[in-house]
């Protein structure tokens, strides 16, 4: 009889339970998430084109970089930007670039004798690349764009007295900066004052500029200021 009147009570109990209307949870502040802030690359006073500031800004808002500095190559202005990975401008200088236009390169080129490289061929190919430290078959420290393409950013070497490679450098007129077989040539104090300490300290990625098509279908880039219009006015 105990046990029945024990086995009574707990139907009735659970019953109860089952019956009682539960608790409803009540729910913490909905918290709201922060709206994007559009990061826009500083270059410090100076005028790029059009291309430099759209990829410069892209890389930045975007995170493409991953946190590494940036170097962006505008072949057309024969100009090279540096960007430390907060996208301030760290230098900018002009550059000898490929002597041919064009945006990609001839397959095996990397493997032909430079003696028998035609002119067409001598492009600097257009992509994105992750710098990396190296040396050359001088022994000379040099930083590969592209260790396949055999493609690199270098010291000016100005061996060779009628290829006027100081004056090039030193002209107004990007077209005669159009001389090396698709390396980059730099001047000395912005290869050991800027880009080899970047490149060594934070790694770089290198985005080389098309010139056959926009950076949009190179890159799948966006306009940074386009995109979040009204969240935040973009720089002058």
């Known amino acids: 009889m105990a046990a029945l009147l024990c086995g009574s009570a707990g139907v009735g109990w659970w019953w109860g339970q ?3 209307p539960q608790a409803v949870p009540k729910s913490g502040p909905q918290l709201k998430s922060a709206p994007h802030l559009p990061r826009f690359a500083s270059f410090a006073g100076e005028q790029p084109s059009p291309g430099v500031r759209h990829v410069a800004d892209w890389a ?3 995170g493409d970089a991953g946190g590494r500095s940036f170097v962006i190559i505008d072949k057309q202005q024969a100009r090279v930007w540096l960007f430390d990975p907060q996208g301030a401008l760290v230098a900018q200088t002009p550059a000898l670039i490929g002597a041919a236009v064009g945006d990609d390169s001839v397959p095996g080129i990397g493997e032909k004798p430079l003696s028998e490289i035609q002119h067409e061929e001598k492009t600097t190919p257009a992509g994105r690349f992750v710098a990396e430290p190296g040396v050359n078959t001088q022994g000379e420290d040099i930083v590969w764009v592209s260790y396949d393409l055999a493609v690199s950013m270098h010291r000016v070497r100005a061996k060779v007295k009628a290829e006027r490679r100081l004056e090039r450098l030193a002209s107004e007129d990007p077209d005669d900066n159009r001389i090396s077989f698709g390396c980059i040539n730099l001047p000395v104090a912005f290869y050991e004052g800027s880009l080899l300490p970047a490149v060594r300290g934070t790694g770089a990625v290198v985005y080389v500029l098309p010139e056959t098509r926009s950076p949009q279908q190179q890159f799948g880039s966006y ?7 009204g969240t935040r006015t973009a720089p002058a």
Not at 223 to 229: E, L, N
């Open 18 to 20: 089952a019956q009682a």
């Open 60 to 62: 930045l808002d975007s």
């Open 223 to 229: 306009d940074v200021a386009s995109r979040w219009r």
